[in-house]
């Protein structure tokens, strides 16, 4: 037991047990925890057993047990980790064994020496941490040092050189007397120039080190500890450098945000003080605690009380006596325009009635002075802006004033439940009746089980043998996975009307605060020219909207009170049918206003009186008189509430879009022989049903003769068959449709067709026509933008017939000429000049006559051309022409340009000359062809 109490009190220090007074050893916290109760003996025993497991436990040299086992490779090097961590002075010895596996090698035994040794001087805390330090701020601690030599030991503090100025020891010197111990004081000042001085000293969370070592008289080894501290500075920024409040109302006060933050890593309280009396700071009056790293939003109210420039400070002051100043400025002004009522209170209006308010803006500039009524400066315009989700509208909400002018402005409330609170009504009552219906369901299920078990039961009881298959039920992984009902919930109209019933028979009531901007500017509004309004000019105007329960609710229109008839065709009628709903628990009266005299909306039958929560059916009808929009305000009147009905109603003649909008439909190439289809579009634009017809211009005789002309009709198929034909040229088109008509061309002939198409409503004088095109061609290649040297074309005179007695016959593929001139001026800066032509192929463009029916289209082959070279008669014609290109192939309904660039020879380049020259062109399609391409060229001046 003395044992005990001795190792308990302690015994001569060393290095591990002066750290750690504070903690007791283990070993006897093990012996503490079995002592009460127990004999001496035992607790001896117990004690020295736990010192023996300790000692086995931590070996002063030992291996790394991560390492004590694993696999080496052929001629490879593994190295094993020992570890030494002596508990007391001593020289120390360990031998460890080395063995393989299969014990095809002899065992190895490797021995460690290892001798600790203890310096006379040591420092009682290794780490001295100062925990959180601000700077410019003095912090101190002990560093204590004892000997464990029997003589007196000289000591010395070294500083690191960049710290000198941050961290002393006092004193610096000194001497530690034999078996005691030594006390210097530590003082900490950290400077704001210390995270620029020692950065290298600073670790990640601004946690400084500082090493310092202890010099001791005749010996080698310095003793080293460090001192750690947390270092921040005190500074609060804030987001702005200045608060400009701009043009303050004398009549208003404004506010502007700002926010502060603590680049402290410690919490500081914070406080406004010696503010002026006209600026205040919100919220606390301006005071409160920042935590580290915290920014805080504030506002600060400034109310003007005297007109001209106010420049000010608002200071924050710190717990510990910082000052943090925030410059401010402000003009006291009187707005040119002034609200009557700043603040207006509504009376309490029901849902969906409606309630007005007015009130005046006035310009407060003199009238009676000539030049500012002269002065456009002077007139002033404002412009009133209601926030979105505000059962409120402002009419007018712009307009402009004269000096001395007063306008009254008129408030209207109108309160609604908000669309979002009906959808999430609604869809809360869908999940609890799918609910419901699945706990009907799986009632229903276990009562239909028990009927069945219970009859099994008294079959055999009755000695019936019947062969029962036992059940078994499915696996999760092989029963079918079906859809969640809650996932897929579809809202019906009906759904959202008794959630609307709900939410208005539950209303209690509702009250807002709203403030609505007046924003101001010099000048006249009008369309053509925008204001730019400032915020120093801004009016506000405070409103109180409270809203209460209703006592007659519309449960058609999906509860709207907006009826659209839509839109109705004039002479025609519309009928609606309108439920009311009381949801009162008292009788309620109902009574109209008067309708329009002129029978544009009527109602058909008379109301009554309703029972508490009773129905009520109302029939309007509307018959639109003239093509016009026509709107009507209804009032269904109670005692305590009005609901206002909304007529809306269209009267609409036949209207029908016909597209192309260009009025020209062109078919584009075909051969002789095929067949092309093309399409249009007839679009009711009306909401009525229209029957139309279609007809060619070519079909009436009568007025092809006496009106037509060859630009609107062209040449006709030789087998008399018309070579436009329409499907579908009658029918009807439903409300809002489209119809889409077909074009069939069918050519006999190489020609250019044309025809115009009718297009007539029932009953309707109006008529609609579309231009309609289309080209045949003998081949699938054909050339476009050539010359013609027919006498009908005006080039005629300038390009004579070219006779050559001398030539040979033309091959079969032979199908004509056609010319390219060119005009050239010999005072032209560039003399090079161009034309160009088109090749284009149609194969495939239509089908055949076989397979017309049956729209299946011929196959689509490429078409090659080629342009023959000049002949060596020419010249230097022969270089004087470049075609670009010289041959190629032309895809399926496609066209290639082809370019022809003529440089004058200056031995032809003369004034009223003309050259002439020639050159053929191959067309490979579905047959071959051959054009002579015939060149000339004017010299001009």
Known sequence: ??????????????????????????????????????????????????????????????????????????????????????????QH???????????????????????????????????????????????????????????????????????????????????????????????????????????????????????????????????????????????????????????????????????????????????????????????????????????????????????????????????????????????????????????????????????????????????????????????????????????????????????????????????????????????????????????????????????????????????KKTASKPHTPKSPQNAPTTPSPLENIVITDEARIAAMIKLKTNFQQRFEKVLIPCFTSAGECTHDKTLDYKLSDTVYLQVHLPAVKPE???????????????????????????????????????STSAFPHDGTFQKVNATRDLAPLGLHQMILEFTPRNKAKYYEVVEVRTQKSTLHLHLHGCGVEPSLIVSPDSGTLDLGHVMVGEVLHGTFTLKNNSEIDLQYGISLLSEKSDVVQAFSSPSQIGNSNKTGILPFQCAPHTGTIEAGQTQEVTVKFNPDHRDTYKDVLIVNLLNQPQETRINVTGRSWSGSMFVLDARDPAPSVTLHTLVPK????????????????????????????KQTFTQSVSIGNCRGAGLKPDAANSKDKAAKPTGDFVFDPLKADYGPLVKAIVINPQKGSVESCATVPVTFQFTPPKELAEIGSRIQFNTMLTLKGETVEQYRVNFVAEIVK
């Open 1 to 90: 037991k003395q044992w005990y109490q001795r190792r308990v009190r302690g015994t001569p220090a060393t290095v591990a047990s002066q750290q750690s007074q504070a903690e007791v050893d283990p070993v006897f916290a093990k012996v503490e925890e079995t002592m009460h109760g127990t004999p001496v003996a035992e607790i001896l025993s117990l004690a020295h057993s736990a010192r023996k497991e300790e000692q086995v436990e931590v070996p002063d040299i030992s291996l790394n047990k991560e390492t004590t086992r694993g696999f080496i490779e052929p001629n490879s090097t593994v190295q094993v980790e020992v570890i030494y961590n002596p508990v007391r002075v001593a």
């Open 552 to 590: 007659l609710v519309l449960l058609s229109q999906n509860g709207s009170s907006i009826v659209d008839f839509g839109n109705v065709c004039i002479g025609q009628t519309r009928k609606m049918e309108l439920t009311l709903k009381s949801i009162s628990e008292d009788p309620v009266s109902l």
């Open 93 to 463: 010895v360990n031998c460890f064994e080395v063995s393989v596996a299969d014990g095809s090698i002899e065992p190895v035994t490797v021995t460690v020496h290892a001798n600790t040794i203890d310096l006379p001087v040591y420092v009682q805390e290794q780490d001295i941490y100062l925990k959180y330090c601000m700077v410019d701020r003095l912090y101190q601690d002990s560093v204590v040092l004892h000997n464990r030599a029997t003589s007196a030991l000289r000591i010395k503090f070294e500083i690191p050189a960049p710290l000198r100025d941050h961290v002393d020891v006092l004193p610096q010197n000194g001497v530690v007397q034999a078996s005691s111990s030594f006390s210097a004081q530590l003082k900490f000042i950290p400077l704001p120039s210390i995270f620029e001085d020692c950065k290298k000293f600073f670790s990640e969370g601004q946690l400084l080190k500082i090493p310092i070592r202890i010099r001791v008289a005749d010996q080698t080894r310095c003793v080293p500890f460090t001192v750690s501290a947390h270092v921040t500075g005190t500074d609060i920024s804030f987001s702005a450098k200045e608060l400009d409040f701009g043009c303050c109302s004398i009549y208003e006060s404004v506010k502007m945000q700002f926010s502060m933050t603590n680049h402290c890593l410690l919490p500081q309280l914070f406080g406004f003080v010696s503010v002026p009396d006209f600026v205040t700071i919100q919220p606390n009056d301006g005071f409160g605690t920042l935590l580290p790293g915290e920014t805080l939003d504030l506002e600060a109210v400034v109310h003007a009380k005297v007109l001209g420039d106010h420049n000010f400070s608002i200071t924050c002051t710190t717990e510990i006596d910082r000052h943090f100043s925030l410059r401010c400025k402000a003009t006291g002004v009187i707005p040119h325009l002034e609200v009557s009522q700043p603040l207006i209170r509504f009376a309490p209006t029901a849902l969906g009635d409606v309630r007005q308010a007015s009130f005046y803006i006035s310009n407060n500039a003199s009238k009676s002075d000539e030049a500012n009524r002269k002065n456009d400066n002077m007139r002033k315009s404002f412009h009133i802006v209601v926030p979105d989700g505000v059962d409120l509208t402002v009419s007018p909400s712009v307009g402009t004033l004269n000096p001395g002018q007063r306008l009254r402005v008129q408030l209207t409330f109108g309160p609604t439940l908000k669309r979002e609170d009906i959808e999430n009504e609604a869809m809360e009552t869908a999940k609890a009746e799918i609910m419901k219906e699945i706990e009907r369901k799986k009632r229903e299920e276990e009562e239909a089980e028990r009927v069945t078990e219970s009859v099994a039961t008294t079959k055999k009881g009755k000695g």
């Open 802 to 829: 070219i006779e050559d007695p001398m030539a040979e016959p033309e091959p079969e593929e032979f199908r004509g000429d056609f010319w390219v001139v060119f005009i050239c001026s010999l005072s032209a800066p």
